[in-house]
């Protein structure tokens, strides 16, 4: 891989940042709570204030928890302090909340070597990333110590796959829409267990293009009398604004997500924004009148271009609708998608089914080395677009259906029908008992399972191990640099 340039918002510096706020997920906030049960010897100072706002105290950092927090002892009790490292000496807040405790990192006294040296040119360029304080080489410890002791039952795992240049990668960027207190439009990403926005202009992770859409939109709104839309009393407009970039096409598709089909000015709109972003291939307006956390409403109209973007992914087009999945981390991707069909070891022979296959890109990557390929997937505009990419690549040995893939494979093993490999990549949430029993059914001599949550894999792993599967690798892939979160590639192949 060619290294891409810095030549956006990170700077590189000689001193040890200070800590800015930190948070959990992709929409969450820095705030820690813990229920207080004490863990080992007391190893911090007594508090030196206490007012309204907490109390302040100099702690230790012994160690770090799967979400890449700091862990304290406070009087007795285990802390957890979003961006301390282990070995450091901070000054944080703390608040008591009833029985629970909320933490705040104010600065660091003793950096560690493991710090990175990153300045944020942006307010709150972090959020979402629960590691950017941490080096490249701690980072990449940090995953291999996660992977290594949650798939210890069933292996030693291959030192992970690290990213060359781990900024920017996202290409689908999505930011909420809302007032503050001021009344002015904000976008930003959910806090921790709220539906308060924090406001960002920019992300470390984010699309560059992307970001400075967006904010274009957020800039254009009242002149066009657009509305954010309120939770609350039901009211306004726009919720959402998501934009997908084909990183090696350079196709950008925005997506605006509203709560009402009736979109005044539209036209006009359109125009304004393409004449700033001509770059913008295709707009669509997506209407949501839920009250889930769900991104997309089911009803969506095409405002310009053709309502899909194209990219090319392990040397194949791929046409990418707004529902449809893809991998947010291309460069990363083709990494892992190029270790799950090494570990398939396929011959041209092979029967091969791609469950949650999504738009097709494992399967038919897949099918260039297979005899056969049969994508399952339960979305019927991804099933739609792998149709569509199966025939764009000229690709004749791969079939796509719609449906449960469990069922799927029970109804084939019913016919007498074999797979010799299966594909899995399931949602986070991993397979459910029924699929991974229909897998057993079915027989196949390998399993490669692709996984964005480990914990969930493990679990399955178990199942799998325990019907006739021996785990025999196990490949990490840091698909989400600056994150706690980790893919993970394992090979499982039928005893006997």
Known sequence: MNKQKNNGNIKSGKKHHKSKKQYGKQHSAQASRTSGKSKGKHRTDTPRQSNQRGITAEVTCTGLTNEGKGIVQWKGKQLEIAGLLPGETGEVNIFKKGRFIDTKLKRVIKPSEDRANLTLSFPNEGVGCHLYHMNEHAQNRFKQKFIDELMKPFGKPEPIITMEFPFYYRNKNVMTFGLNKKRQIICGLYAENSHQIIPMERSIIHDQKADEIIQTIKGMMKSFKMQPYNEDTGRGFLRHVLVRVGKKSGEIMVVLVAASPMFKGKNNFVKALRKAHPEITTILLNVNKRN?????????????GKGTITDTLCGLKFNISAKSFYQINPVQTEKLYAKAIEMAELTGKETVVDAYCGIGTIGLIASKKAGKVIGVELNKDAVRDAI????????????FYQGDAGEFMMQMAARGEKADVVFMDPPRSGSDEAFLSSVVKMQPNRVVYISCNPVTQARDLKYLA??????ESIQP?????????????????RKN
């Open 466 to 471: 325990k019907n006739g599967y021996a785990v």
């Open 477 to 493: 892939v840091d698909m989400f640099p600056q994150t706690v979160h980790v893919e993970c590639c394992s090979l499982l192949v």
């Open 292 to 304: 889930d956390s769900m991104v997309l409403g089911n009803q969506e109209k095409v405002l310009f």
């Open 388 to 399: 569509h990419n199966s025939k764009r690549n000229g690709m004749k040995n791969a079939r």
